[in-house]
DNA sequence: TTGACATGATACCATTTGGTATCTATTGAA
DNA sequence: TTCAATAGATACCAAATGGTATCATGTCAA
């Protein structure tokens, strides 16, 4: 069968991504999964703050956390980001023709450098 | 010479993203230039409310207004969409992976469905 | 069993945010 | 000139947000 997808709504997703240090923490758990404690260290902020950043994260599925005995891993979940992107990329027709104006006339500039 | 590029912080761009009401105006911009008015009959709110909204996706980068006599015509400027897009697909070798095994679980449930 | 450690939950606070109502300023046309 | 239409600015309000401090809970190990 072909996985349900759906996930939480893209509202969530981009009121997660909306907040500095939650795009920061993004970036750390892209690696590795890391403990409340592990991202917190990272911040200059109470480890409770950093706890209610990563409960707006899973609300916009960018993480998933996992308990394993005392501690609490968290990792990030991309596809969450991937459906941001999809989002995004419905403007590509609206931002291509402005690259590609660009483009030419980047290479026009550089062939009149050329002769002048 | 190469267009500076730079523009408005990529903050202020995903704050702009993080309002649905901002992500239909963005939508709405998307075809033809509109008015404050043209944009607020759109939704169920004051003018001025949409005004708001509209100075949020300019400090985003999102939004360019520009006055043409008695009103103000405001367009949608992609490129701060595309920035924001690029942002995230700084985490694409994330979830690239994740689907090409999704891709490879289809296809064994496919063949394993043409047997069974 | 008991205590240290990591986490979760809650109450509380200041600031920001989304919204309305209201007032002022331009502009176009009769 | 004068008036209606469009827009911008400001004051104000309720709710959401980001943060801290504090307390309760579960788990590992001596």
Sequence with gaps: MIPAQGGP???ATFRALADPTRRQIAALLGDEEKTVAQVA????????AVKKHLVVMEEGGL????HRGRETLNRL?????????DWLRQFE?????RLAALKDAVERDAKSGDKT
Tied chains: 1, 2.
């Excluded at 993480?63 to 996992?66: A, C, P, R, Y």
């Excluded at 979940?77 to 992107?85: D, S």
């Design 77 to 85: 979940e991309p596809l969450a980001l991937k459906r941001a992107a």
């Design 41 to 48: 260290s990272q911040f200059a902020m109470t480890r409770a």
């Design 63 to 66: 993480v998933i956390s996992e």
């Design 9 to 11: 709504d893209i509202q």
């Design 93 to 97: 027709r609206f931002w291509e023709p």
